[in-house]
Protein backbone atom coordinates (compact mmCIF):
# COMPACT_ATOMS: atom_id res chain seq x y z
CA UNK A 1 0.00 0.00 0.00
CA UNK A 2 1.03 3.56 -0.69
CA UNK A 3 1.79 6.51 1.56
CA UNK A 4 -1.78 7.84 0.44
CA UNK A 5 -3.37 4.37 1.36
CA UNK A 6 -1.92 4.25 4.38
CA UNK A 7 -2.76 7.58 5.51
CA UNK A 8 -6.27 7.86 5.04
CA UNK A 9 -6.80 4.01 6.67
CA UNK A 10 -5.11 5.82 9.94
CA UNK A 11 -7.20 9.10 9.80
CA UNK A 12 -10.84 8.05 8.36
CA UNK A 13 -13.62 5.37 9.73
CA UNK A 14 -13.43 1.71 7.65
CA UNK A 15 -16.05 0.34 6.41
CA UNK A 16 -15.99 -3.41 6.67
CA UNK A 17 -17.69 -5.56 4.17
CA UNK A 18 -18.21 -9.43 4.38
CA UNK A 19 -20.89 -11.88 2.93
CA UNK A 20 -22.16 -15.31 3.89
CA UNK A 21 -24.92 -17.37 2.30
CA UNK A 22 -25.53 -14.68 -0.17
CA UNK A 23 -26.48 -12.01 2.87
CA UNK A 24 -23.72 -9.12 2.62
CA UNK A 25 -23.35 -7.24 5.74
CA UNK A 26 -21.26 -3.92 6.40
CA UNK A 27 -20.29 -2.22 9.77
CA UNK A 28 -18.21 0.83 10.27
CA UNK A 29 -15.40 -0.11 12.49
CA UNK A 30 -13.48 3.28 14.62
CA UNK A 31 -11.00 0.34 16.57
CA UNK A 32 -8.26 -0.40 13.45
CA UNK A 33 -4.80 0.24 12.75
CA UNK A 34 -2.12 -0.32 9.71
CA UNK A 35 0.76 -2.80 11.63
CA UNK A 36 4.51 -1.96 10.40
CA UNK A 37 4.33 -5.51 8.31
CA UNK A 38 1.39 -3.65 6.06
CA UNK A 39 -1.46 -6.18 7.21
CA UNK A 40 -4.36 -4.24 9.00
CA UNK A 41 -5.89 -4.69 12.34
CA UNK A 42 -9.16 -4.42 13.62
CA UNK A 43 -10.14 -4.60 17.46
CA UNK A 44 -13.40 -6.77 18.08
CA UNK A 45 -16.16 -5.30 20.09
CA UNK A 46 -19.33 -5.80 18.12
CA UNK A 47 -18.08 -7.65 15.16
CA UNK A 48 -20.27 -11.22 15.66
CA UNK A 49 -22.10 -11.56 12.61
CA UNK A 50 -18.89 -10.06 10.23
CA UNK A 51 -16.78 -12.83 12.33
CA UNK A 52 -19.65 -15.72 11.14
CA UNK A 53 -19.24 -14.27 7.80
CA UNK A 54 -15.80 -14.17 7.43
CA UNK A 55 -15.50 -18.21 8.99
CA UNK A 56 -18.34 -19.50 6.37
CA UNK A 57 -16.30 -17.33 3.19
CA UNK A 58 -13.00 -18.20 3.51
CA UNK A 59 -11.83 -15.06 5.29
CA UNK A 60 -12.85 -12.93 2.83
CA UNK A 61 -13.29 -9.41 3.45
CA UNK A 62 -13.66 -5.90 1.58
CA UNK A 63 -12.71 -2.47 3.41
CA UNK A 64 -14.23 0.71 2.24
CA UNK A 65 -11.91 4.41 3.15
CA UNK A 66 -12.65 7.74 2.39
CA UNK A 67 -12.28 11.30 3.03
CA UNK A 68 -15.94 12.69 2.40
CA UNK A 69 -14.53 16.14 1.95
CA UNK A 70 -11.95 15.55 -1.07
CA UNK A 71 -13.43 12.39 -1.62
CA UNK A 72 -10.32 10.21 -1.79
CA UNK A 73 -11.41 7.32 -1.04
CA UNK A 74 -9.74 2.89 -1.61
CA UNK A 75 -11.37 -0.23 -2.15
CA UNK A 76 -8.92 -3.29 -0.13
CA UNK A 77 -9.69 -6.98 -0.80
CA UNK A 78 -8.44 -9.42 1.25
CA UNK A 79 -7.93 -12.57 3.87
CA UNK A 80 -8.74 -11.67 7.59
CA UNK A 81 -7.56 -14.10 10.36
CA UNK A 82 -9.32 -13.85 14.04
CA UNK A 83 -6.76 -13.77 16.91
CA UNK A 84 -7.75 -13.52 20.78
CA UNK A 85 -4.17 -13.16 22.03
CA UNK A 86 -1.24 -10.91 21.63
CA UNK A 87 0.24 -7.59 21.53
CA UNK A 88 -2.43 -6.35 19.06
CA UNK A 89 -5.30 -7.70 20.99
CA UNK A 90 -3.87 -6.53 24.22
CA UNK A 91 -3.66 -3.17 23.18
CA UNK A 92 -7.34 -2.90 21.54
CA UNK A 93 -8.27 -3.79 24.79
CA UNK A 94 -6.96 -0.88 26.59
CA UNK A 95 -8.14 1.34 23.94
CA UNK A 96 -11.65 0.00 24.17
CA UNK A 97 -11.69 -0.08 28.04
CA UNK A 98 -10.44 3.29 28.51
CA UNK A 99 -13.35 4.68 25.22
CA UNK A 100 -16.18 2.43 27.12
CA UNK A 101 -15.11 3.14 30.68
CA UNK A 102 -14.87 -0.50 31.24
CA UNK A 103 -18.11 -0.89 29.82
CA UNK A 104 -16.90 -2.58 27.20
CA UNK A 105 -13.95 -4.44 26.03
CA UNK A 106 -12.22 -6.36 22.89
CA UNK A 107 -12.56 -10.09 22.46
CA UNK A 108 -9.98 -10.07 19.77
CA UNK A 109 -8.54 -8.59 16.72
CA UNK A 110 -9.01 -9.27 13.03
CA UNK A 111 -5.57 -9.61 10.97
CA UNK A 112 -6.62 -8.89 7.45
CA UNK A 113 -3.81 -9.51 4.84
CA UNK A 114 -4.53 -6.76 1.95
CA UNK A 115 -4.77 -8.27 -1.58
CA UNK A 116 -5.96 -5.82 -3.77
CA UNK A 117 -6.17 -2.06 -3.24
CA UNK A 118 -8.88 -0.27 -5.41
CA UNK A 119 -9.15 3.38 -5.90
CA UNK A 120 -12.68 4.71 -5.11
CA UNK A 121 -12.13 8.59 -5.69
CA UNK A 122 -13.97 10.04 -8.55
CA UNK A 123 -11.80 10.86 -11.78
CA UNK A 124 -9.66 9.03 -14.19
CA UNK A 125 -8.01 6.80 -11.82
CA UNK A 126 -11.28 5.23 -10.59
CA UNK A 127 -11.47 2.15 -10.69
CA UNK A 128 -7.70 1.30 -10.69
CA UNK A 129 -5.79 -1.21 -8.84
CA UNK A 130 -3.10 0.07 -6.68
Keep these: MNESVQKLLKESMWDLATCANGEPNV ?23 TLKNLAADNGKIAISVYDAKSLEGYQIKGKAE ?47 VL
Design 27 to 49: VPVAFKDVLPDGRLAVGDVFLET
Design 82 to 128: YVTEGAVVETFKKIVEQVFNGGATAKGALLITPEKVIVTTPGADNKK
